[in-house]
């Protein structure tokens, strides 16, 4: 999937919504940033947590963000200037644009299941870190999904056409052992509920009703009408009281061994 600056600010008001305020919470409480730290963000996207963590390092220390979108880039570049210990750098997470143990920390959220070569993003996450530097790694399984629609068919068709924009929709199922062969020590393993019980458009489910619905059309011999209809649904349930949406997402905390 392509995020440009449409898709990149569609995901900045998303990434606003309460649901993943309450994800960025829970990184940073597993992460457990201090001042001075060098920490680096692998997928900033727009760059909220690399702000986030920014505000704990302080001038003193350093975050740099990485991401493979020159729109989501050019975002938080823009929204962010003025910090010199905030960067942010066009890269993909295979190959990561610094040294070895440059960093004390790293986040690197619902980014690896985008990523074709697993065992090269996590050689490179273990690279950069330095001997007893940690990590926080957060994922989705996207057969967790739980959405209310009155034509289920409808929507199994559309999940399923939804999942080719990943290269493992369900990769927290095999991440530890992943993280094990790539030299990690995994720690704290806990679940991140993301749950719409109404229907808001700028919510996480809100978002992805617009997203999925400029992706899928074409997949799985889905016609664009046909997938209109469903957001269309999806909507109405809303307006009646009767939508229902949840996702679960993974969260790793591994350490490279001092």
């Not at 449409?6 to 309460?18: D, N």
């Not at 065992?119 to 996207?142: F, K």
């Not at 020590?185 to 806990?190: A, L």
Request: proline share 5%.
């Amino acid at each position: 999937m392509q995020f440009d600056e449409k898709l990149s600010r569609r995901l900045e008001v998303m990434y606003s919504a309460p649901d993943v305020l309450g994800r960025r919470k829970a990184v940073l409480q597993a992460l457990a940033p201090r001042s001075a730290e060098r920490i680096i963000d692998v997928g900033s996207g727009p760059g909220l947590m690399a702000a986030e963590l920014a505000d704990v390092v302080g001038q003193r220390g350093k975050v740099c963000g990485v991401d493979t979108s020159e729109s989501m880039i050019a975002l938080s570049s823009a929204r962010l200037a003025g910090r010199p210990w905030l960067e942010f750098q066009l890269s993909d997470a295979t190959a990561l644009p610094y040294p070895e143990q440059s960093f004390d920390a790293a986040v690197c959220v619902q980014v690896l299941e985008y990523v074709k070569d697993i065992a090269a993003a996590l050689s490179e996450l273990y690279r950069v870190l330095r001997p007893s530097g940690r990590a926080v790694i957060v994922d989705t399984d996207w057969d967790s999904i739980v959405w209310h629609a009155s034509d289920l068919n409808l929507m199994n068709r559309i999940l399923r056409a939804w999942d080719e924009h990943l290269h493992d929709p369900y990769l927290p199922r095999t991440l530890s052992n992943k993280l094990q062969v790539a030299g990690f020590v995994v720690g704290q393993r806990s679940v991140i509920s993301m749950f719409n019980p109404s229907y808001d458009e700028n919510a996480i489910s809100g978002g992805l009703i617009e997203i999925i619905t400029s992706f899928v059309p074409g997949r799985q011999n889905l016609s664009e009408q046909e997938v209109k209809r469903w957001a269309s649904d999806l909507r109405a349930l809303g307006e009646r009281g009767e939508y229902f949406f949840s996702l679960t997402q993974f969260l790793f905390l591994v350490s490279k061994p001092g």
